[in-house]
Structure formats: C-alpha cells, structure tokens
Nanobody
C-alpha cells in the first residue's frame, strides 16, 4: 500500500486547510486510517483516526472541535479538514494505515511521506 499525502501549506492563524491522503496499490477500505503530525524537536503524535465502517472517528484533545477526519472509500482517499488553525499546529502531517483501530504509532503498517503545514501568527 502506498499513501500520498498532500494539501499542506502556509496559512495564517485562524485559517483552514484540507489535507488529502490517497491510497494506491493493495488498498482496502478495511484499513483504519490515521493522521499524525511531528513538530520540530518533538515526537510524532496522533491527530485523528477513522474506521472503515461505521465511520467511527477519534481525535486528539488538542484538535477536537477544530479538525474533522473523513474518508471516501470509493476514491481511496482520507481527508483532514483543519479549521481554526493555530501556530502550535505547525508540523509535518503524515497519514497512515493500520488494521487495528488504534492511536499508537507502532501499530500502523503503512505511512505517507508527509506534508508540511505552517501556521503563522
């Protein structure tokens, strides 16, 4: 499975971005899809996850109410809509796929290359 993340960029605080993650290769709608992020000098952290059916979602406390994860299984694409962005959201964002419903990095089998999100104050 190959994952391609895109949609990052530079935005002012309070702005919005939508990240996309397209899966190719041996894809399956049964994967649990997650978004992680890594800020400079910090460990990678879980941001949001979504199961395949029903669409059960989970969010880190730091993004609840601001970020929304969704998926279009027909397009093998997972999205992360980010609203109300803050400078502390600045990081490289990665999408990942796992067979388990999990927020733990080590349980994810496939990773995208990451897309940079920079939020200016």
């Amino acid at each position: 499975v190959q994952l391609q993340a895109s949609g990052g960029g530079l935005v002012q605080a309070g702005g919005s971005l939508r990240l996309s993650c397209v899966a190719s290769g041996r894809t399956s709608s049964h994967y649990y899809m997650g978004w992680f992020r890594q800020a400079p000098g910090k460990a990678r952290e879980f941001v949001a996850g979504i199961s395949w059916h029903p669409e059960w979602t989970r969010y880190a406390d730091s993004v609840k109410g601001r970020f929304t994860i969704s998926r279009d299984s027909a397009k093998n694409t997972t999205y992360l809509q980010m609203n109300g962005l803050k400078p502390e959201d600045t990081a490289i964002y990665y999408c990942a796929a796992a067979w388990a419903t999990t927020q733990f990095e080590y349980e994810y089998d496939y990773w995208g290359q990451g897309t940079q999100v920079t939020v200016s104050s």
